[in-house]
């Protein structure tokens, strides 16, 4: 009897540290959602792929869309605050298949600066 109130009590200790390292609401691409700045359900989107990270740097300077300091920039959206389009530019999924990074860049697309805590 002992043993098995002991070995529940590990069952649950353990659960219970394992939930305290995850956060709510957190996607594969490491963001959490904050609060949404737009909110538009119908857009135009443009999808261009980008075939490299020099590529990329050169997108990124054109259109001010500057990586935090100690980050690499793999996707950012350009978008209106009052016409309802958008486009994504991200690294091509034929050269570096990471499909979290056009979502992220669609949620901008829809919710505007969702996340203005993380960089």
């Known amino acids: 009897m002992f043993k098995k109130i ?3 009590s590990v069952m649950i200790c353990g659960l219970l540290l394992a939930s305290c390292g995850q956060q709510k609401n957190v996607g594969a ?3 959490r959602f904050e609060e949404a ?3 538009r359900k119908e857009l135009n989107v443009k999808i261009v792929f980008v075939q490299s ?3 990329m740097i050169a997108l990124e300077k054109e259109h001010n869309a500057e990586a935090q300091p100690g980050y690499e920039i793999a996707a950012f959206a350009t978008y209106s605050q009052t016409e309802p389009h958008c486009t994504i530019y991200a690294i091509d999924p034929k050269v570096n298949y990471q499909p979290e990074w056009i979502g992220h ?3 901008h697309c829809v919710y505007g600066v969702w996340h203005k805590s993380q960089p």
């Open 6 to 8: 002991m070995l529940g």
């Open 29 to 31: 691409d490491g963001y």
């Open 37 to 39: 700045t737009l909110d």
């Open 53 to 55: 990270n020099q590529e």
């Open 105 to 107: 860049e669609l949620v």
